[in-house]
Nanobody, 118 residues
Framework: QVQLVESGGGLVQAGGSLRLSCAASGRTFRSYAVGWFRQAPGKEREFVTAISWSGGNTYYADSVKGRFTISRDNSENTVYLQMNSLKPEDTAVYYC???????????WGQGTQVTVSS
């Protein structure tokens, strides 16, 4: 397993942008797929986006396509989530997760709060 720490959350107005970071420890992170998930109050956790170990494959939930971009820098053991054109419905705690494939996210961070005001 790897240790994950998210950062970059905060309060932003609708239409604004934020960039989240997911910093990891351990060399195995470079061979892991990484995903971002979010959980709004009173709702179940939902998938947002994911990236393969090489960065060559990315996947997005329909709700964020065209607005969010996931990327990674394996030399820095960090995955980024650039969020543009934010909407109030994007308000949630955002978690990053890592694992050997897209169906086995075994390691999770503690989450970072994103709040979008209208």
């Amino acid at each position: 397993q790897v240790q994950l720490v998210e950062s970059g959350g905060g309060l932003v107005q609708a239409g604004g942008s934020l960039r989240l970071s997911c910093a990891a420890s351990g060399r195995t992170f470079r061979s892991y797929a990484v995903g971002w998930f979010r959980q709004a109050p009173g709702k179940e956790r939902e998938f947002v986006t994911a990236i393969s170990w090489s960065g060559g494959n990315t996947y997005y939930a329909d709700s964020v396509k065209g607005r969010f971009t996931i990327s990674r820098d394996n030399s820095e053991n960090t995955v980024y989530l650039q969020m543009n054109s934010l909407k109030p419905e994007d308000t949630a705690v955002y978690y990053c997760a890592a694992g050997p494939n897209f169906v086995d996210f075994a390691s999770w961070g503690q989450g970072t709060q994103v709040t979008v005001s209208s």
